[in-house]
């Protein structure tokens, strides 16, 4: 799926939540060593950066050049682009080589993938035994009552312009994503663990989240405007006013676990 999210690279950045550092250090506590970490589809960097804060080294890859242009740079860290032509055996080289890694991880983006073909790649590179993957998104945010409704309705006319059977992962919670690793605790195969992501947002925030959806932007090339000036103003009323801040909630879903021996 490379270049999808390269043309709203910039929203992408300033709109999703922020992933929860306890996360981080429950995985970092499943490692036995904390001297490598890949993170896949890093996008603009959002969960390596909390990756580096338990791992000496990150790798952080993605297909998206438009993405990397905009992480955010840290001394742990080597960003690296990865295009779709790339090798197993040049990706494995570039990583840091079979069995040598500590974590690997996967924020809000395995469900884009060639899963045989990552699945694969990952086995090569992790560490046996000590070594831990773990994948996780999000598909759904909580505001309150009045606003909830209209956005479950704007959502429902985006279906058609989504990236299908990609996203129906996403939908389904990753109830039905593949995953080929024994579990470690926090979540398995069929029995993704839930989890929630709390956010304190603007209108304007939860608005660039919206456009910031593939589906939009999909739409928009169509000719197709799926926010409207009129649903904007709804939705604004039932979020309280443009100048409201108020607390979110994201729900959110990981699967982890290491190579089966």
């Known amino acids: 799926m490379a270049g999808l999210f390269d043309k709203q690279a910039d929203l992408y950045l300033e709109a999703r939540p ?87 991880t996967v924020a809000q983006g395995v469900h884009w993938f060639d899963l045989p073909r990552f699945y694969a790649v990952a086995t090569r590179l992790l560490r046996k035994p000590g070594g831990i993957i773990a994948v996780w998104g999000y598909n759904d945010v909580i505001v309150n009552p009045e606003f909830d409704p209209i956005q479950y309705r704007f959502h429902a006319t985006t279906l058609p312009f989504w990236k299908y059977p990609y996203i129906q992962h996403v939908f389904d919670a990753y109830e039905a994503l593949p995953f080929p ?27 660039r989240m919206f456009n910031s959806w593939s589906a ?5 090339e169509k000719g197709i405007e799926l926010l409207p000036e009129s649903l904007v103003q709804e939705l604004e009323k039932a979020w309280g006013g443009s100048d409201l801040i108020r607390p979110v909630v994201y729900k959110a879903f990981m699967i982890s676990g290491k190579v089966r021996v």
């Open 216 to 220: 939009i932007v999909t739409a928009r």
């Open 181 to 207: 690793f024994e579990s470690v605790g926090m979540g398995s195969e069929g029995k993704p663990l839930k989890l929630e992501m709390p956010k304190t947002t603007s209108f304007e925030g939860i608005m």
């Open 18 to 104: 922020n992933y929860p550092s306890e996360w981080f250090s429950k995985l970092a506590d499943l490692t036995d060593h904390h001297g490598l970490a890949w993170d896949a589809a890093t996008g603009n960097g959002q969960a390596a950066l909390a990756v580096a804060e338990h791992y000496e080294r990150v790798i952080a890859t993605d297909v998206s050049e438009s993405q990397l242009k905009l992480a955010t740079p840290h001394p742990r860290i080597n960003y690296r682009h990865t295009p779709q032509s790339m090798t197993d055996d040049e990706l494995v080289e570039l990583i840091g080589g079979e069995n040598s890694v500590d974590l690997i």
